[in-house]
């Protein structure tokens, strides 16, 4: 699980509450205050509308299901990706090229798997390096997809705050006779803001960018492997090879792979 999803979420709503009991004076009915429920049909229910109009249902299911991810992440870990292509090309280098092929069978990375399959087979080359990157290039476009969802909630929830906020203004005009009543739908305008801009920024703008920084991350990995199993067809030496892979990684991530 990833604890900083977790944290944020349950963080972002107790700060939210502490807030508003601080400036209530502690009074607890005054949480009550700040919900409403035709604010939540407005925001969300517009939201969700929207994106059904400016999306197929199929990518915004696959949107929430990405969801997942946000809070458990995939393991993604380009040093243990360069453990693996330098034993495959330790085993490569004393028992030739076919013997990867046992052991590409029990891969559980399917990415890995392919790679190795093609060299084996004897592919050339480049046309090794032209499929794995067009496979690369389509996950990408797969990620920035489903991130497209959420950045458009990001941008329409706010604005369906301002619908409602217009609807509770109108609500108030209509009964300026009645002093009464424009505090409430006063609150009640102010309130379905707020719900636009807690969606926005507390849930849309986050879960897109963390999809943004694990897909970042899966590219990096797999970028990793292609340019390591390209050495190992070519017979490069395990030890340039780990140099050569090592270049992708930050300073900080080399010298802790030093260590090892």
């Not at 480049?126 to 990157?133: F, P, S």
């Not at 609807?167 to 009645?178: E, P």
């Not at 490069?236 to 802790?256: C, G, H, Q, T, V």
């Amino acid at each position: 699980m990833d604890l900083g999803s977790i944290l944020g979420l349950v963080m972002g709503l107790v700060l939210l509450a502490l807030s508003i009991l601080i400036s209530a004076n502690f009074d607890v009915m005054a949480i009550t205050r700040f919900l409403d429920a035709p604010s939540v049909l407005i925001v969300m229910g517009g939201s969700l509308c929207s994106l059904a109009i400016g999306f197929p249902m199929s990518r915004i299911t696959s949107a929430f299901k990405a969801l997942k991810k946000v809070f458990s992440p995939p393991d993604l870990d380009p040093s243990e990706a360069i453990v693996n292509i330098i034993n495959l090309a330790n085993l490569a280098r004393k028992e030739g090229i076919l013997a990867l092929e046992e052991t590409a069978r029990n891969m559980e990375d399917k990415f890995l798997q392919k790679g190795i399959m093609l060299i084996v087979d004897g592919t050339d080359p480049e046309l090794t390096r032209n499929i794995l990157e067009t496979e690369l290039s389509y996950l990408e476009m797969r990620h920035a997809s489903t991130r497209s969802v959420w950045d458009m909630a990001a941008a329409l929830s706010p604005a369906w705050g301002m619908v409602g906020t217009v609807v509770g203004l109108v609500n108030m005009l209509h009964n300026m006779d009645d002093p009464n009543a424009v505090g409430p739908a006063m609150a009640v305008a102010l309130i379905t803001t707020m719900y636009g801009s807690l969606v926005a920024n507390w849930i849309s703008i986050p879960f897109a960018n963390k999809l943004r920084v694990l897909g970042t991350d899966e590219v990096l990995m797999k970028s990793v492997l292609i340019e390591g199993m390209l050495s190992i067809q070519a017979g490069e030496n395990p030890r340039i090879i780990e140099e050569k892979l090592k270049s992708f990684l930050s300073p900080a991530l080399r010298e802790d792979k030093g260590e090892e």
